[in-house]
């Protein structure tokens, strides 16, 4: 019973707390303050409905819990992280983004092309990652080639359509001011049109942060040496050790809300002209 006031009081400061914040002048300190107040809340009453209904450890652990797994496990986690996130993942996102991007510009100078590749990224892009998983580890072995192969698969197509919308988004009357500067497409693209694209390009670059974690992660479910996130859960799952299983949902929830944040501090320093930027 005292596990369960707990929550319950938990959840009334934390909804009093923000409330009052709610009501204070925006500023970038409530703006911080308010998510991480939840976030403890969240937590606060998690621990307390877990111990105070007595769920089993298997079925949901308690926060504690799956901090000290979480402690015990660092050389572990650390080993997964470097597999997954930073030969996977990360490689994975800067090949199908980059790659994207370029073909991106091909299209655009290139109109026939857009009549032939965007209908075949559209089929690519509608391929189920569990249906296509399995075979590129078959392609490309089960190290984290085939991890990154998946990465491609996922990012390559958002990227490709919003940066291909971004260079069309110019209107004639720019295009029109650039040739009365004798300015030929080259030089129009960098001036003009690239700059305008950015909104959309970072558009597709923050998509893909998440879209990279999670093809990586699934792609080593069918095939993964004896390390890697994907295969530590599906293993850890079958040992019933819950407790690791969520320790490394941290991680991978901790990475992918960085490395968006990343994406989204980088686009505020290069498109803080538009207005999706402004306070």
Request: aromatic letters at 12%.
């Amino acid at each position: 019973m005292g596990w369960l006031i707990f929550a319950v009081v938990a959840w009334i400061v934390g909804w009093m707390l923000n409330v009052w914040l709610a009501r204070r002048p925006p500023s970038r300190l409530t703006g911080l303050a308010s998510p991480i107040v939840f976030g403890i809340t969240l937590i606060a009453v998690w621990e307390g409905v877990v111990n105070g209904f007595e769920i089993n450890q298997v079925l949901l652990p308690a926060p504690s819990v799956i901090a000290v797994r979480f402690a015990s496990s660092t050389a572990i986690l650390w080993v997964d992280f470097v597999q997954t996130v930073l030969k996977g993942a990360l490689s994975g996102y800067v090949i199908g983004c980059g790659s994207a991007f370029l073909i991106a510009v091909a299209i655009d100078r290139f109109p026939f092309l857009q009549r032939g590749l965007l209908p075949v990224g559209n089929f690519v892009a509608a391929l189920p990652v569990i249906g296509m998983a399995p075979i590129l580890v078959m392609w490309f072995g089960f190290d984290w080639q085939s991890k990154a192969a998946v990465v491609v698969v996922m990012v390559f197509f958002p990227m490709l359509v919003n940066t291909v919308q971004g260079l069309q988004s110019t209107d004639a009357m720019q295009r029109d001011l650039m040739r009365t500067y004798a300015a030929g497409y080259w030089k129009t693209l960098l001036k003009l049109r690239l700059p305008a694209a950015m909104p959309f390009v970072f558009n597709g670059l923050k998509i893909g942060t998440t879209l990279a974690l999670i093809g990586a992660i699934v792609a080593e479910f069918f095939g993964s040496p004896v390390k890697g996130m994907g295969f530590r859960i599906s293993t850890s799952v079958g040992q019933l050790a819950l407790d690791l299983v969520w320790a490394e949902i941290v991680v991978a929830a901790i990475v992918g809300s960085a490395f968006y944040g990343l994406m989204a501090l980088v686009e505020k320093r290069v498109t803080f002209w538009h207005p999706s930027q402004r306070n």
